[in-house]
């Protein structure tokens, strides 16, 4: 049988630097946090991705629970 496995696109709360939105992403799709976080500034910066956007991923992405 073939199992799969489901990743939770979640916020973490070791690797923040403002909000953790970049971070979750990176964790949900394996790539380097610092790689998103810089492709995120850039698109920012340039038009390409609206800091509303950010914002908006912020306040729907949950936060990782406590441990």
């Given amino acids: 049988m073939n199992r ?4 939770d696109l979640i916020r973490p709360t070791d690797d923040r630097i ?3 939105v970049c971070a979750g992403l990176a964790d949900f799709f394996g790539l380097g946090s610092s790689t998103v976080r810089l492709a995120t500034l850039l698109l920012i910066l340039f038009g390409g991705l609206s800091l509303w956007v950010y914002i908006i991923l912020w306040i ?8």
Wanted: no cysteine; net charge positive; charged share 20%.
């Fill in 60 to 67: 729907i992405v949950p936060s990782a629970p406590r441990r």
């Fill in 4 to 7: 799969q496995t489901y990743k």
């Fill in 18 to 20: 403002i909000a953790g």
